[in-house]
């Protein structure tokens, strides 16, 4: 029923220059793989068939990436190294990928709604690249899709950090109804820990229907200046609902050096 998810991608990547001057940051590679393959295999898994990517200046590895290279291809075929290539062949052939730009830096709730194009009038997934998720049995978006199929409403990941961390967040609080899932009361961007309603943060995966857009339209910048997501969920949960799932899996910061340096460690495990 989620058929299309969205990646945001046009943010600069400045927490890690020099190596994102001229390499878009969802390129950094986690081992051998670009941190938005790990994404958009998360996806396919989830029954994702689209993948609406909103990109910006400089992002055009991202399209080079998912798309066959004739000359590679040419160059290593029927060699011993053509299993490098087995998996982004793959990611090519079971799905499709559109793109638009983001023009200006207007915050996450922007980004969404710069893809609205892309997305039409159908619930879809968001996931922020940057937060790489692993898990043993079910990929994060799997199992937010299968919750979706249940309550059909938007549905945010969550994750307990500790309390000095909340200001790195969108924070959430709310009522449990299920083993680990919130019905949501209150979320803030960002809060200072004495002003954070819990320490249940937001992390990157969404499943979001399509009204959010018009409820974005109508958001005022929030945290930052800029148009917040979290701000657009909490008008949503105030219509109707929107769930916090605590995920099956691990997390790790992709937009910091310790987070990529622990995920690196963590792959590099499990070879
Ligand atoms: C964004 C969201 C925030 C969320 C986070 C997850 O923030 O605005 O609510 O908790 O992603 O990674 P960013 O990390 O883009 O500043």
Redesign the pocket.
Do not use: C, W
């Given at each position: 029923m989620i058929k299309k998810c969205l990646f945001?991608a046009a943010?600069y990547g400045t927490r890690f220059l020099p190596a994102t001057k001229a390499t878009p940051k969802e390129m950094l590679p986690v081992l051998t793989k670009p941190l938005i393959q790990y994404g958009v295999e998360e996806a396919i898994d989830a029954g994702c068939e689209t993948m609406a990517i909103v990109t910006g200046r400089g992002k055009r590895a991202i399209e080079d990436h998912f798309d066959i290279s004739y000359e590679l291809e040419h160059q290593i075929k029927g060699t011993n190294k053509e299993h490098y290539l087995t998996e982004i062949r793959e990611v090519i052939e079971n799905c499709t990928f559109s793109y638009t730009r983001q023009t200006k830096m207007k915050?996450?709730?922007h980004a969404i709604l710069t893809g609205q194009t892309l997305i039409g009038n159908e619930p879809f997934a968001v996931l922020?690249a940057?937060?790489l998720c692993d898990s043993k049995a079910q990929g994060v978006l799997k199992q937010m899709v299968k919750l979706f199929e249940k309550y059909q409403c938007c549905i945010v990941a969550i994750e307990e950090v500790p309390k000095e961390d909340t200001n790195?967040?969108?924070?959430i609080a709310g009522k449990q109804i299920e083993d680990g899932i919130y019905m949501i009361d209150n979320?803030v961007?960002?809060p200072e820990p004495q002003d954070a309603p819990s320490n249940l943060?937001?992390?990157?995966r969404y499943i979001l229907t399509p009204d959010i857009f018009e409820i974005i339209e109508n958001t005022k910048p929030g945290?930052g200046g800029?148009i917040?997501?979290?701000d657009a969920l909490m008008t949503q949960a105030k219509r109707g609902m929107v769930l916090g799932f605590k995920f099956d899996g691990v997390r790790f910061?992709c937009?910091s050096i310790d987070g990529f340096v622990k995920a690196t460690n963590h792959f590099y495990k499990k070879i």
């Open positions: 945001p943010g915050g996450l709730g922020l940057d937060d790195k967040y969108g924070v979320m961007e960002k943060a937001i992390i990157g945290k800029e917040q997501i979290t910061d937009g």
